[in-house]
T-cell receptor, first 115, second 110 residues
Framework: GAGVSQSPSNKVTEKGKDVELRCDPI?????LYWYRQSLGQGLEFLIY????????KSGLPSDRFSAERTGGSVSTLTIQRTQQEDSAVYLC?????????????FGAGTRLSVL | GQSLEQPSEVTAVEGAIVQINCTYQ??????LSWYQQHDGGAPTFLSY????GLEETGRFSSFLSRSDSYGYLLLQELQMKDSASYFC???????????FGTGTRLLVSP
């Protein structure tokens, strides 16, 4: 596609429920990142995928968070047993291997609200 | 680990020039990037410095001094639409991820 696409744009859920957030990167981009941004804060790195390499999961805050990337394209971030502190905007970004990880293209994000 | 410091807020008037500073600490260094984010919007890439010196892109310029672990973003001929948050980000050598600063909120007034 023309840009990074994320869905849903907004998600309201009840505490304890599981949620799945989807990211469709720019076609041809081999690198994909997930970030979390709380209101008025910076971007917190969650996980990074590059081609067929093992993902860098070092930013995942707990074992309730997981992500997968199927076929080197679409990625799904799953949060199990959501907590109120999980409320944030979840941003996905992708980049070309040739330009490196410094130039990333972001989606509009999914705003997650846990009641 | 890596850490970045930038001012939380900067105010300026239309037509003025503003400089947003960023100091960083990393174990190794592989580039300083700048991103702009309007309220409710996605971060967008502005500029990248891999080597010392000034990079110019239209009204925006970015500077890097690796010996001082310091960089800045310079915005000239400010416009109201430049009101946004600006984030610096570093990539440490050996790491594939960017670490972002907490952002500087720029408010441009008429």
């Amino acid at each position: 596609g023309a840009g990074v696409s994320q869905s849903p744009s907004n998600k309201v859920t009840e505490k304890g429920k599981d949620v799945e957030l989807r990211c469709d990167p720019i076609s041809g981009h081999t690198a994909l990142y997930w970030y979390r941004q709380s209101l008025g804060q910076g971007l917190e790195f969650l996980i990074y995928f590059q081609g067929n390499s093992a993902p860098d999961k070092s930013g995942l805050p707990s074992d309730r968070f997981s992500a997968e990337r199927t076929g080197g394209s679409v990625s799904t971030l799953t949060i199990q047993r959501t907590q109120q502190e999980d409320s944030a905007v979840y941003l996905c970004a992708s980049s070309l291997r040739s330009t490196g990880e410094n130039i990333q293209y972001f989606g509009a994000g999914t705003r997650l609200s846990v009641l | 680990g890596q850490s970045l410091e930038q001012p939380s807020e900067v105010t300026a008037v239309e037509g003025a020039i503003v400089q947003i500073n960023c100091t960083y600490q990393t174990s190794g260094f592989y580039g300083l990037s700048w991103y702009q984010q309007h309220d409710g919007g996605a971060p967008t890439f502005l500029s990248y410095n891999g080597l010392d010196g000034l990079e110019e892109t239209g009204r925006f310029s970015s500077f890097l001094s690796r010996s001082d672990s310091y960089g800045y973003l310079l915005l000239q001929e400010l416009q109201m639409k430049d009101s946004a948050s600006y984030f610096c980000a570093v990539r440490a050598s050996g790491f594939q991820k960017l670490v972002f600063g907490t952002g500087t909120r720029l408010l441009v007034s008429p």
